[in-house]
């Protein structure tokens, strides 16, 4: 090209260059930019298709081919050959737009992803195509590639893998993609099977059908034919074809296919053999259509010499081609039943269109069974002929969409959370699923090891590249101003009335009627039924997520402010219960007060409702947006009144000692010196109290028990004394003095009953004191010996947590209830309670209970004879339990997990765990149960091996001690009792049974409870 004038090599260049403009186009992509020697153009972008990574590939290819020839014709005439480089890459990118003068816009993509490509045009070898990783991972099938090895490329840590195009691929569709990956088990569709199978049979019988298969992108249209076809094909000639996004431009290409298909025309053959296959086929066929032939010829590009229709009149010639393609049909129908399968009518050309048509009219009295499938933009004027029916696809149910799930990922229960939020996010739509899954494997987050396994827990997923294409492209073809309103009604949110939209968008009512009217009409939205307004819902969530990602962040901001000003107009009224979306809507603008302010709102009145696991969030983002406000000590009071409005939610969501809670806490001890009310300072403390006493850490624990004794006494409000005879109750019951918490129990009721309105919104230990006093003064007076109180207190208590409508509290009071039927041994009660328990706690996000409830139910399962099962079930509660930092209530759970282990006779075992059960009471000094730990060890050493009775004694005369050393009769009663057994054969007989008969006797209560009925059967044993 050097040698070459300026001129006379521009002369060469242009047309080189419009070869390639024209190839662009050809495929709907959009020229950003023509330089002298090359052009830089976007697919999918401005306008979105759902194969836009296809169409670049299309489009290339038709470039190299377009330049070989263009190249031997230069050559010819002894030029210089051109040759060009293409690279592709695909990606997101920010489209900057450019108004130019001439009322027409510019589109700019900035970023990563389209450096990647110009970086993948200097990489390619002369004359070809190279592309990403990441465009060959999406192409792979439909086109063959050659790997050029990993290349390092700037600014990129990570070396690229670098392929080069080859050619076409082996795979047209996408369910033929599908099926390459292995196809999912067929879920469901027996009705639209059996409708099939209907208008097969008469077809068969020479009534010749159509069916249409409508549906949204991705339900199951190809697959519905494809399982049929395979089910029934014996007997029947099937025939198929279908149009492509890019095919609208392309005359007769579902014919054209078909035809091929028919005369079995592959892509090597010349022309010559193509001409001899079709020859041939018409013969055999029937004799009479030879003059078809010329027609065909004409349309499969195979004539030779002069065409002997060169003369036709255009419209004449194509009629004629047409019929007679329909001819062969309807003849071929004749030797056996035929199925034709059109595929993707919304895509289709207009010539084939009219084939179409005409195939429609001539059918009626044929064998022949058309199969035809689209989406609902696609519409056609068959719906009045009798032989035509159409099944409307809707996305799997429920059970299907479960079965096809499991067919993917497995059976695990654990990937049952990671089904739900599949299913919630894909609406049962199977291409959806199956590509979310895919997203999964290819982002190494769900790893295939025999099962499904997921590699790390999922909040939130993403939406498949495919997924993006297919509902991008649909938001695209709306006109532009109902695009720009589907952003906007996207920023608002899933749902939105009318008067909230007529006060954001500024446009006469009359245009916004028409435009929801055509949005209603295209199905991205529906109305539904609303007091006083009307409302609309996007009929997809992910229809909402893929308009909002749309949007540029700047016109978020200021769509987001507008929402947040209107919803305070419209709602001045009513405001307390829009909190929740001004606080996101304002989140999302630039306006940290008002974000802060409606944030801060929201969280309170969640957290007023009982709303935990909400007002965290919310509470949490309040004090992330503080971060943005200037430092100093009106921060400094705000955040300490948020840190302690928030430390007691965590301690429910997230648990007592859980690192966040303790953390939240020690922030809030940071900030302590700005003030803030003496509620704040008293929050704090029980903050700090609490982490270390459900931590373990009980001589901390004390520490700050005696500050919250010192503060009290210097603020005597109810609301602190209250606090401080539940805290001492409850320290006094752990530290295995039941007397003393008898005492506190008592006074704190008798004041709670006297001063009913010292409980704030949020107790300060996120669980109602009045309930705590009821339920645990439940335990409490059941160790002291009070059976019957016992029971008419936590009665009592869960019936106070209903009352006051405090769903923690709940969950606290039912735990607890089913804590005082396992130490009763009430196991029915016991497995109810804790089941009740469990489903509460994780409805509202209280792991801590949870887990606790998880080992109580354990162990109602292992009594009742589930002894693996409970005894797995109790062990992972443990565990759980320890997850979130507690420590306490650890001594009881392994005393019932050897319990469980005794029975599955798993002595060792069993004696193991309430070794540990023993160091934990050692470390931390929590001694309520401590006297059963050691009665248990003692029967546990027995059944093992008689030799150990010696041992066993001494374990209950332990446990006798310590019951009687801590005012606990209940246990001093049990351990008598093993005593009693022990010794019944044995000089100490007497001695023993006066000693039981003596605690027995000291019994006011309780007679009918298993404890003492077993106490008073071993008393009236004849001596
Ligand atoms: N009933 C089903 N059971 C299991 N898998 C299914 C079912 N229906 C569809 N699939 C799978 O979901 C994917 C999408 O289905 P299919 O290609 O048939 O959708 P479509 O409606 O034809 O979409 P499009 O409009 O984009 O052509 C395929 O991989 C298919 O195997
Ligand atoms: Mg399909």
């Known amino acids: 090209m050097e040698d070459l004038d300026p001129e006379e090599a521009r002369a060469l260049v242009d047309p080189a260059l419009k070869l390639m403009i024209d190839a662009v186009h050809r495929f709907d992509g959009y020229i950003v930019q023509s330089t002298g020697d090359g052009i830089f153009a976007l697919f999918g972008a401005p306008v979105a298709h759902e194969d836009h990574p296809q169409r670049a590939l299309y489009a290339a290819l038709r470039m190299q081919d377009e330049m070989r020839r263009y190249s031997a014709k230069l050559r010819e005439a002894g030029n210089p050959p051109i040759e060009a480089r293409v690279g592709i890459n695909t990606g997101e990118a920010v489209v900057r737009t450019i108004k130019t003068g001439d009322a027409t816009t510019e589109y700019t993509p900035i970023g990563h992803s389209t450096s990647l490509a110009s970086r993948m045009q200097t990489l390619a070898p002369t004359g070809s195509i190279a592309v990403t990783e990441t465009t060959e991972k999406l192409c792979a099938g439909y086109f063959n590639f050659k790997a050029l090895g990993p ?198 050309d207009e010539e084939t269109q009219g084939f179409l048509n005409l195939l429609v009219d001539s059918i009626a009295n044929t064998k022949i069974l058309l199969l035809v499938n689209y989406r609902p933009e696609y519409s056609h004027h068959w719906n009045s002929r009798t032989y035509y029916t159409q099944l409307r696809l809707d996305p799997l149910g429920k059970e299907s969409a479960d079965e096809m799930l499991s067919a993917l990922l497995g059976n695990d229960s654990e990937l049952a959370s990671l089904k739900r939020v599949i299913i919630e996010k894909t609406e049962g739509n199977p291409f959806f699923m199956e590509e979310t899954v895919q997203v999964l494997l290819d982002e190494g987050a769900l790893v295939r090891n025999g099962t499904m396994r997921l590699t790390r827990p999922i909040s939130e997923l993403k939406i498949p590249p495919t997924v993006q294409g297919i509902l991008t492209s649909r938001i695209d073809r709306l006109p532009p101003d109902a695009k720009e309103l589907l952003q906007t009604l996207s920023a608002i949110g899933r749902e939105f009335a009318w008067s909230l939209i007529r006060s954001v968008v500024p446009k006469p009512e009359d245009d916004l009627n028409r435009m929801l009217n055509d949005l209603q009409l295209g199905e991205f939205i529906y109305e539904q039924p609303a007091v006083g307004d009307t409302e609309y819902v996007f009929k997809h969530a992910l229809t909402q997520e893929v308009s909002y990602n749309s949007l540029l962040v700047e ?96 301690m429910m969501t997230r648990g007592w000692a859980a690192p966040e809670t303790e953390q939240v806490y020690r922030r809030a001890q940071a900030l302590a010196e700005s003030g803030g009310t003496s509620a704040q300072q008293f929050a704090l403390l029980s903050g700090l109290f609490g982490g270390a006493y459900v931590g373990g850490r009980f001589a901390e624990a004390q520490e700050w028990a005696d500050e919250m004794r010192t503060f009290v006494r210097r603020h005597l409000e109810p609301q602190f004394l209250l606090e401080l005879h539940h805290f001492e109750w409850s320290f006094a019951f752990s530290t295995g003095e039941p007397l003393e918490a008898q005492r506190h129990v008592e006074t704190g009721l008798a004041f709670y009953e006297a001063n009913p309105d010292s409980v704030p919104a949020t107790p300060y230990s996120a669980h109602h004191p009045a309930v705590c006093g009821h339920v645990w003064g439940a335990m409490v007076f059941w160790l002291s010996g009070y059976p019957e109180k016992a029971r008419r207190h936590v009665e009592k208590g869960v019936a106070l947590a209903r009352k006051v409508g405090h769903s923690p509290s709940l969950v606290f009071g039912l735990f607890h209830q089913a804590q005082i039927h396992q130490i009763t041994g009430e196991v029915k009660l016991a497995l109810e309670t804790a089941e009740a328990a469990v489903a509460l706690a994780e409805k509202d996000g209280a792991p801590l209970f949870e887990a606790w409830a998880r080992v109580l139910r354990g162990w109602a399962l292992a009594q009742l004879g589930q002894v693996q099962d409970g005894i797995a079930q109790i062990s992972e509660g443990i565990a759980a339990a320890a997850a979130t930092g507690a420590e306490m209530w650890r001594p009881n759970n392994l005393f019932q997990l050897a319990e469980a282990l005794g029975k599955a006779n798993r002595i060792d075992d069993g004696l193991d765990t309430l070794n540990e059960a023993l160091q934990a009471i050692k470390s931390h000094g929590e001694r309520w149960w401590e006297a059963e730990i050691h009665r248990l060890r003692g029967e546990l050493l027995l059944s093992r091996s008689p030799s150990d009775r010696a041992e066993a004694e001494a374990s209950f005369n332990r446990a006798l001690e310590i019951a009687r050393r801590q005012g606990a009769k209940s246990l001093e009663l049990r351990a008598s009792m093993s005593l009693a057994q022990l010794l019944r054969d044995t000089d100490h007989r007497d001695k023993v049974r006066a000693m039981l008969a003596q605690i027995y006797g000291w019994f006011t209560e309780g007679f009918d409870t298993a404890d003492l009925k077993d106490a008073k059967a071993l008393l009236d044993e004849p001596a």
């Not at 840590?157 to 691929?169: A, D, H």
């Not at 049979?201 to 034919?225: H, N, P, W």
């Open 151 to 348: 290349t390092r490329v700037k600014g990129v840590s990570e070396p690229i893998n670098v392929f080069e195009v080859t050619g076409l691929g082996p795979l047209r569709t996408r369910l033929q993609r599908a099926a390459g990956r292995g196809l999912t088990k067929f879920v469901g569709r027996d009705r639209e099977m059996e409708a099939l199978g209907h208008s097969a049979q008469r077809a068969q019988t020479g009534r010749g059908q159509i069916v249409a298969a409508m549906a949204e992108a991705g339900t199951g249209k190809s697959r519905l034919f494809f399982e049929f076809k395979a089910r029934n094909q014996s007997g029947w000639m099937v025939l198929e074809t279908f149009s492509v996004s890019h095919g609208k431009a392309s005359a007769y290409f579902p014919v054209l296919d078909l035809l091929h298909v028919y005369f079995r025309i592959n892509a090597e053959d010349d022309i010559r053999t193509r001409r001899e296959k079709v020859n041939g086929r018409i013969v055999t066929l029937d004799p009479t259509l030879e003059d078809t032939r010329p027609y065909l010829f004409g349309l499969l590009g195979l004539v030779e010499g002069e065409d002997p229709l060169a003369q036709m009149d255009g419209q004449v010639r194509k009629r004629r081609t047409l019929d007679a393609i329909k001819r062969i049909l309807l003849r071929e129908s004749l030797n056996q039943p035929l199925i034709v399968i059109f595929e993707d009518l919304h895509w289709i």
């Open 555 to 650: 016109r978020r901001k200021l769509l987001h402010e507008r929402i947040g000003a209107a919803l305070e107009t419209i709602y001045t009224n009513s405001i307390e219960e829009h909190l929740d979306e001004l606080a996101h809507h304002y989140g999302r603008t630039g306006n940290t007060a008002k974000a802060l302010d409606y944030y801060e709102r929201a969280g309170r009145l969640a957290v007023q409702r009982s709303a935990y696991t909400d007002g965290m969030k919310l509470l949490a983002t309040a004090i992330d947006l503080l971060t943005r406000l200037p430092e100093g000590p009106e921060r400094d009071a705000r955040e300490f009144g948020l840190q302690t409005l928030l430390g007691p939610v965590l």
